[in-house]
């Protein structure tokens, strides 16, 4: 078995309400020092895979078709 987290994030330029809501709450709970925001999701995932190079490239085909919207998001594949 194989562990993989995947990240998903808005692409750079993309309208994020949610982060920016976030950010202003921060804001406005005192926390000054944050910048920016941005939110996205995180997936832990196993796999049957003992060879990295076929769970990555089935991660990949993963994200592609389900887990993220390529137009406007960005995946991120970490194996564990």
Not at 29 to 43: E, N, T
């Amino acid at each position: 078995m194989m562990k993989a987290r995947v990240t998903v994030t808005l692409k750079n330029g993309v309208l994020d309400p949610q982060g920016k809501a976030i950010e202003g709450a921060l804001g406005g709970l005192g926390f000054d020092g944050v910048a920016s925001v941005r939110q996205g999701k995180v997936f832990d995932v196993e796999m049957r895979h003992t060879e990295a190079a076929a769970a990555q490239a089935e991660l990949a085909e993963i994200c592609e078709k389900l887990l993220a919207n390529t137009v406007i998001e960005d995946y991120a594949i970490e194996l564990m």
